[in-house]
């Protein structure tokens, strides 16, 4: 854990980048810019959680920074709707007191998020005209609209006294969009003629090379591949996904199918778009009890769960746990989405529980059904063509993107690339670039509408439970100091087999050293607290090779 900065001095001068979350990491985006004492916020975004966090779905970034800037934090810029780079908002919404600008679509996710939380009017946001400038004390900031898998998308120009920094934020080249207008370099080309000091760009797709494909070739092949099939198709994919979910749409049109949104965030994200005009096929969508009463021929279920969550509609779809949708032999799941690092096996197992149903599964390795929203390497090269920066500060991704962007930005005759660490504070100009401060960084854990520290102790004891299991063990002590004979010992996630020789163990040796006490020990309860637990930790370790969290309960009578 990094300290706090305790020499906020240092950046009454100068212009500087920081991340709180998004470097070294897919998603929890969340990045800092200072000019002469002035601070911006560009996104603020959570991240799925792995197996290190048991029984939690999802992380925010710590901000605990911005208590110490707050008197100097003009604005938080929601660069896209993604909940990655905006989920954050609501669940942080206390710790924000400057205006948060968004565009009318992000804007009504985050609105829709801060409903479910009764905290509409806790934060001041607004809505971001992206074709005028956002004029700030010691920051001009423009926009430049982008392609992506979310509608509104775009880039921001941050000018500065000190020159032109490009957030990049997530962006890809696509000639043919489901939604928005074609991607146009020419914005890019003429920024790089004003010259630009600094890129702050995406890394995620930097390790794969060529050129991403466009949301047009899937719309072509979601239409090709509902016509191979009579039964009931799935698709699975992100929920803000609103391109795939209108070329979904369109499929299931040509196919006569009627559509069942399945899944909250789901749901929601179809309606901020049906309020934002931008799907126009809103009578296609039917209800869940309609779904069970349809002919299978005729349904297309469009749910969450393409990264394996166990609290997903399709978990529950696939463990037959879902109240109105059932699946059968012969029906058909479309992972319509990217594997996020880390979730490889959620998701691998939730296919497998699928395939011995004998259901079919289709991925983007047997048919085009996803494309992604980032550029792969050769348009990251081309945007550095394009705007020729000074430094290069490659950002969202893991360190692997990291190092790809890097390879890419050197050999595109970037000056200075340089390689972060959320936490680490970095002076762009004016002079040498170099990192100047720790500030501290971490995660908070979302559990349900609460958030807690990553390194909170019951999340500790989750983590120890889930690889040692837990002993418990209680014991009653007579008022003449003699043992109860009615010893309970229960295990939870231990192998069953020894278990009845470890428990015999543990009485013999434990009742013969508490014998061996003498009365003023066997009155303290912490000295029989630790006979109970060495002898039951020196039992369980040579008969079971287990060193178990212990849970001692001593009654007195």
């Avoid at 090269?381 to 969202?396: A, E, G, L």
């Avoid at 680490?424 to 854990?445: H, M, N, Q, R, Y």
Wanted: with cysteine; net charge negative.
């Amino acid at each position: 854990m990094l300290k706090n900065s305790n020499n906020i001095k240092i950046y009454e001068k100068g212009l500087y980048f920081l991340s709180l979350g998004g470097i070294g990491e897919i998603g929890a985006n969340c990045y800092l810019y200072c000019c002469d004492g002035k601070w911006i916020m560009i996104d603020l975004g959570l991240s799925f959680a792995d197996e290190q966090f048991p029984g939690v779905d999802l992380l925010v970034p710590k901000i605990n920074f911005l208590e110490e800037i707050k008197n100097n934090l003009e604005a938080i810029i929601i660069s896209h709707g993604h909940e990655d780079h905006a989920g954050a908002v609501a669940y942080l919404s206390d710790k924000i007191e400057c205006p948060v600008y968004a565009s009318s679509f992000p804007k009504l996710l985050i609105e829709n998020r801060l409903k479910e939380f009764g905290k509409l009017d806790s934060i001041n946001l607004i809505e971001l005209d992206s074709t005028k400038n956002l004029l700030l004390e010691n920051f001009n900031l423009r926009f430049i609209e982008t392609t992506h898998s979310i509608p509104q998308p775009q880039a921001i120009v941050i000018e500065t006294k000190y020159g032109n920094l490009l957030h990049t934020a997530d962006w890809k080249i696509d000639s043919k969009p489901t939604l928005g207008k074609a991607f146009n370099k020419n914005s890019f080309i003429d920024l790089g003629n004003e010259g630009v000091l600094a890129l702050i760009g995406d890394s995620t797709n930097a390790d794969v090379p060529g050129f991403s494909s466009s949301e047009e070739d899937v719309k072509n092949e979601l239409h090709q591949v509902f016509s191979r099939y009579i039964n009931r198709i799935v698709v699975t994919c992100f929920s803000s996904n609103i391109a795939r979910i209108i070329n979904i749409t369109n499929a299931a049109k040509k196919s006569n199918r009627k559509i069942a949104l399945i899944g909250r965030s789901m749901k929601k994200n179809i309606e901020a778009a049906v309020k934002a005009n931008l799907i126009a096929d809103a009578e296609i969508f039917i209800s869940e009890e309609e779904a069970s009463l349809i002919p299978k021929e005729n349904l297309v279920i469009i749910c969450t769960g393409s990264q394996g969550e166990k609290r997903s509609a399709l978990y529950r779809i696939a463990y037959n746990s879902h109240r109105n949708i059932h699946l059968e032999k012969d029906d058909v799941v479309i992972f319509s989405s990217k594997d996020i690092p880390g979730n490889e096996k959620s998701i691998n197992a939730l296919k497998n529980l699928l395939i011995r149903q004998r259901i079919e599964i289709i991925t983007a390795d047997d048919d085009l059904v996803h494309v992604s929203g980032h550029g792969h390497a050769e348009e990251i090269k081309q945007m550095y063509n394009w705007t020729k920066p000074f430094i290069s500060i490659p950002v969202h991704g893991e360190p692997m993107h990291l190092e790809s962007h890097k390879k890419i930005s050197e050999a595109s005759q970037v000056p200075i690339t340089k390689i972060l660490q959320n936490g680490k504070s970095f002076k762009i100009a004016p002079g040498d670039c170099a990192i100047v401060d720790d500030i501290e960084t971490g995660k908070l854990i979302v559990e349900g509408k609460y958030l807690y520290d990553s390194e909170s102790d019951f999340i500790r004891d989750r983590r120890k439970y889930s690889y040692e299991g837990i002993a418990m063990i209680s014991i009653v002590i007579n008022d003449d100091l003699t043992i109860d004979k009615n010893i309970q010992l229960s295990f939870i996630g231990l192998p069953y087999e020894e278990i009845d020789l470890a428990k015999n163990t543990f009485q013999t040796e434990f009742i013969e050293n508490y014998l061996k006490l003498n009365q003023e020990q066997k009155s303290s309860d912490q000295n029989v607290i630790d006979l109970i637990k060495k002898n039951l930790k020196i039992a369980l370790k040579n008969i079971l090779q287990k060193k178990p969290q212990i849970k001692i309960h001593l009654i007195r009578k």
